[in-house]
């Protein structure tokens, strides 16, 4: 039968099968439950339940768990990164391109000024040796591949044929996505591209010299090992 203490007793059920409580409680409890039926068999029901649980055992990760963590991380920092970016645009086009538009136009005709009284000084004047800058300002460039952790292997396939895959890559060089352009899609493809992305490190795009992120077209060889 229920007692006023029942449900004291019952709000400690789960402390006692994880051994969370002192042995005095303990004692308690078990008194409790050899004269309390309804208290007994909630218990045993509970206890019935923790032991299937435990009777599963532990669930092994899936093999992309890696990557997937790795593109949930890089996703959240590249909507950060897009945000700002939007809001120096909007700022861009808002305070600082209407300015230069002004400035530009008294500037061009300075430089129209200049450039007919230096073409006067050079028919007379002696030319002088000029460098130029090899890579013109503001070049762009895309990621290039560096190196892996492990010899690149072929994907291995029910077909002799090439797997071309877009990879996307981050400032740091590390591929944080990727998408199947051409080849077989099937979950065991996927794991062999999974792990050899993972590895690879590249040499990040660059705008003004500096790192972003950029795409690269990869092609992977696949071969079959079926007779």
Same mark, same amino acid.
Request: aromatic share 6%; net charge negative.
């Given at each position: 039968?229920?007692?006023?203490?029942?449900?004291?007793?019952?709000?400690?059920?789960?402390?006692?099968?994880?051994?969370?409580?002192?042995?005095? %409680?303990?004692?308690?409890?078990? %008194?409790?439950?050899?004269?309390?039926?309804?208290?007994?068999?909630?218990?045993?029901?509970?206890?019935?339940?923790?032991?299937?649980?435990?009777?599963?055992?532990?669930?092994?990760? =899936?093999?992309?768990?890696?990557?997937?963590?790795?593109?949930?991380?890089?996703?959240?920092?590249?909507?950060?990164?897009?945000?700002?970016?939007?809001?120096?645009?909007?700022?861009?086009?808002?305070?600082?391109?209407?300015?230069?538009?002004?400035?530009?136009?008294?500037?061009?005709?300075?430089?129209?000024?200049?450039?007919?009284?230096?073409l006067l000084?050079?028919?007379?004047?002696?030319?002088?040796?000029?460098?130029?800058?090899?890579? =013109?300002?503001?070049?762009?460039?895309?990621?290039?591949?560096?190196?892996?952790?492990?010899? =690149?292997?072929? &994907?291995?396939?029910?077909?002799?044929?090439?797997?071309?895959?877009?990879?996307?890559?981050n400032d740091?060089?590390?591929?944080?996505?990727?998408?199947?352009?051409?080849?077989?899609?099937?979950?065991?493809?996927?794991? %062999?591209?999974?792990?050899?992305?993972?590895?690879?490190?590249?040499?990040?795009?660059?705008?003004?010299?500096?790192?972003?992120?950029?795409?690269?077209?990869?092609?992977?060889?696949? &071969?079959?090992?079926?007779?």
């Amino acid at each position: 039968m229920n007692s006023p203490n029942c449900a004291k007793i019952r709000s400690s059920f789960s402390a006692y099968l994880d051994s969370a409580v002192s042995g005095q %409680q303990m004692q308690a409890i078990v %008194q409790h439950l050899d004269h309390c039926e309804v208290c007994a068999e909630e218990f045993a029901d509970l206890r019935a339940l923790q032991q299937s649980v435990a009777a599963l055992g532990p669930v092994k990760a =899936p093999s992309d768990l890696g990557m997937k963590l790795r593109l949930a991380i890089s996703h959240e920092q590249a909507a950060r990164k897009a945000n700002w970016l939007d809001s120096v645009a909007v700022k861009w086009d808002n305070a600082v391109r209407p300015m230069l538009v002004q400035v530009s136009a008294g500037f061009a005709g300075s430089v129209a000024l200049i450039g007919s009284i230096m073409l006067l000084l050079g028919m007379v004047a002696e030319p002088q040796a000029v460098m130029a800058n090899d890579e =013109p300002l503001g070049a762009m460039t895309v990621p290039h591949y560096l190196y892996s952790a492990t010899s =690149p292997n072929a &994907i291995i396939t029910d077909h002799d044929t090439a797997i071309v895959v877009e990879a996307y890559v981050n400032d740091e060089g590390r591929v944080y996505d990727y998408n199947i352009v051409s080849g077989p899609e099937d979950q065991a493809v996927q794991n %062999q591209i999974v792990d050899q992305l993972l590895l690879s490190v590249f040499e990040p795009a660059r705008v003004f010299g500096l790192p972003v992120r950029g795409r690269v077209v990869l092609t992977f060889s696949g &071969i079959s090992v079926r007779g």
